[in-house]
T-cell receptor
Framework: GAGVSQTPSNKVTEKGKYVELRCDPI?????LYWYRQSLGQGPEFLIY????????DSGLPNDRFFAVRPEGSVSTLKIQRTERGDSAVYLC?????????????FGPGTRLTVL | AQSVAQPEDQVNVAEGNPLTVKCTYS??????LFWYVQYPNRGLQFLLK??????LVKGSYGFEAEFNKSQTSFHLKKPSALVSDSALYFC??????????????FGRGTSLIVHP
């Protein structure tokens, strides 16, 4: 069956530009998570959706970052006025529900490079 | 608060030998513990988890992990390593304490290198 997909796989942009990263979770998974992974580090939490609503956005580093999940399925992570420090791999994961015992299924990630 | 530590950046083992990748955790309540593997240019892939019950958990690809509450550890093990096991391994924890988070905390990862 289809896993979590993310597009684009690679995104190169210039400092100050706006970018959108898309995540398509596994069908039927109500929980969706965004993480950021820098080289040599584990995934760093950004935001968690339960259905359409952001249940926890405490990991968003500042107000340049925003994410939506309008129909409870596909999610878009939006970054305004990109900075070189935003360069990282952005991972999306989904799980059957937000229950704490459920494992997460990760997408392949989007590698964002800000020049 | 929840945290997890993977004390080794890299583990080297010869093919056919047993392997151990270490993980220790800190939580206020009881933990849910997870191991994930990441191959180059891929997302993380679930290996196994401890929720409750038997302290020895068996997972994918012949991996297992042992939950040790007194030592607050959840080390990943495999009796006989394969070259194809070479990858990044991440331990993650969720705290079940009242008000505990639905968000797991991940360790920094351990690079496992299995030599032919």
């Amino acid at each position: 069956g289809a896993g979590v997909s993310q597009t684009p796989s690679n995104k190169v942009t210039e400092k100050g530009k706006y970018v959108e990263l898309r995540c398509d979770p596994i069908s039927g998974h109500t929980a969706l998570y965004w993480y950021r992974q820098s080289l040599g580090q584990g995934p760093e939490f950004l935001i968690y959706f339960q259905g359409t609503g952001a249940a926890d956005d405490s990991g968003l580093p500042n107000d340049r970052f925003f994410a939506v999940r309008p129909e409870g399925s596909v999610s878009t992570l939006k970054i305004q006025r990109t900075e070189r420090g935003d360069s990282a791999v952005y991972l999306c994961a989904s799980s059957y529900s937000g229950g704490t015992g459920n494992e997460q299924f990760f997408g392949p990630g989007t590698r964002l490079t800000v020049l | 608060a929840q945290s997890v530590a993977q004390p080794e950046d890299q583990v080297n083992v010869a093919e056919g030998n047993p392997l151990t990748v270490k993980c220790t955790y800190s939580v206020s309540g009881n933990p849910y513990l997870f191991w994930y593997v990441q191959y180059p240019n891929r997302g993380l892939q679930f290996l196994l988890k401890y929720i409750t019950g038997d302290n020895l958990v068996k997972g994918s690809y012949g991996f297992e992990a042992e939950f040790n509450k007194s030592q607050t550890s959840f080390h990943l093990k495999k009796p006989s390593a394969l070259v194809s096991d070479s990858a990044l391994y991440f331990c993650a924890v969720r705290d079940l304490a009242s008000g505990g988070s639905y968000i797991p905390t991940f360790g920094r990862g351990t690079s496992l290198i299995v030599h032919p």
